[in-house]
Every structure is written in structure tokens, then in C-alpha cells.
């Protein structure tokens, strides 16, 4: 078993951090639909309950949590794999430094 330091040597481990993105902007642009409206109404259409001000901030990425439900009718709607639907992202987190007078 690899650790992040074995994979990633030149990055102390306590400094990476990964954030977990749903990727839904892209697929929707990808699959032309125009607008988180246009996406609640498909998603109604197919029996998902979830409301227009709840999609915006999943499809912001704002959200705190959502219903896993919503999964399988994002894969249904955009054909797509789980894998498809979400991007790794990793980054350093950095000490903010304030001078003090």
C-alpha cells in the first residue's frame, strides 16, 4: 500500500488535501442543457424530487449534502458512469500569514 508521500514525495502529506467535484456545469453544457432550470425540469419529469434553490447548490458544488438518490438520475439523464460524474481535485493547503503591527 502506497502512502501519499510515497506517491507524492515532494508534498508533505499534512498540506494535501483532495476536494470530491460533481462535474454537472460540464455535462450539462456537454449534453446542451442550458440552464439549472432546464435540468430541475428533466429531473422532475422523471419522478425526482428536489427543489430549484437544492439543484442550484449541488450544481454549484455548494451544497452540504444532497440525496444519493440523485446519483442514478444524474448517470440516468446525462448517460454517463459514476466516475463521469465527479473529478478529483487536489491542492496544497497553505498557511495564511498575517503581519502583525
Not at 498540506?15 to 453544457?29: G, K, N, S
Not at 432550470?37 to 419529469?45: G, N, P, V, W, Y
Not at 497553505?94 to 502583525?100: D, G, L, M, Y
Amino acid at each position: 500500500m502506497h502512502t501519499i508521500s510515497a506517491v507524492l514525495p515532494e508534498i508533505a502529506p499534512a498540506h494535501q488535501r483532495i476536494r470530491v467535484v460533481l462535474r454537472l456545469r460540464e455535462l450539462m453544457a456537454e449534453h446542451k442543457i442550458r440552464s439549472v432550470s432546464a435540468l430541475h425540469r428533466i429531473l422532475i419529469s422523471k419522478k425526482v424530487t428536489v427543489s430549484h434553490s437544492q439543484l442550484l447548490r449541488i450544481v454549484d458544488n455548494k451544497a452540504d449534502h444532497w440525496k444519493v438518490e440523485f446519483l442514478s438520475a444524474f448517470i440516468e439523464v446525462f448517460q454517463c458512469s459514476e466516475s463521469e460524474l465527479f473529478k478529483i481535485e487536489r491542492y496544497i493547503e497553505t498557511e495564511e500569514i498575517t503581519a502583525s503591527t
